[in-house]
């Protein structure tokens, strides 16, 4: 069985968003959602599963294998 890591989902996010040369602006209309909660989503080290399905398949990419270790 895999170990789960602790990570900061938040500044993973805005890191992969900054990687693909997206815009936060971007990312809050598709969500959809206000840029103020995204904002607050980037400072928390976790997130609502369904937010961060919805994000994954945003940006294309699984970020639920940030939890486990490699």
Known sequence: ?????NVHIGKIIKAKLKEQGRTSAWL???IP???NHL???YSK?????????RI???LE???F???IEK
Do not use: D, G
């Open 56 to 58: 994954s398949n945003l």
């Open 45 to 53: 080290p976790n997130i609502n599963t369904e937010m961060l399905v």
């Open 61 to 63: 990419y699984n970020f």
């Open 28 to 30: 809050a209309h598709q």
């Open 1 to 5: 069985m895999a170990n789960i890591r």
């Open 39 to 41: 904002y607050k989503i």
């Open 33 to 35: 959602c206000t840029p």
């Open 65 to 67: 294998r940030e939890y």
